[in-house]
């Protein structure tokens, strides 16, 4: 259809929502609207997921800080 389109996770569950694309080069793509700073996004693997699927949000574990 020509639209463009990400999956952003909402209450843990993925929703597909259209955005609009400004600045693109090799590396990168800018949002000019459809989403907010904060949003989550999926950027990896998109091929099996679907609208409506639950998810959990990996968090790395954080480092620990040593003492000298």
Do not use: C, T
């Not at 020509?2 to 999956?7: A, T, V």
């Not at 990168?28 to 989403?35: H, M, P, R, T, Y």
């Amino acid at each position: 259809n020509g639209k463009l389109s990400i999956y952003k996770v909402i209450n843990n569950h993925i929703e597909l929502v259209a955005v609009k694309q400004g600045v693109q080069d090799k590396e990168k793509v800018e949002i000019i609207s459809g989403l907010k700073p904060g949003d989550q996004i999926i950027v990896k693997g998109p091929e099996r997921l679907y609208p409506g699927l639950e998810v959990a949000i990996f968090q790395p574990p954080k480092k620990k800080v040593r003492d000298n």
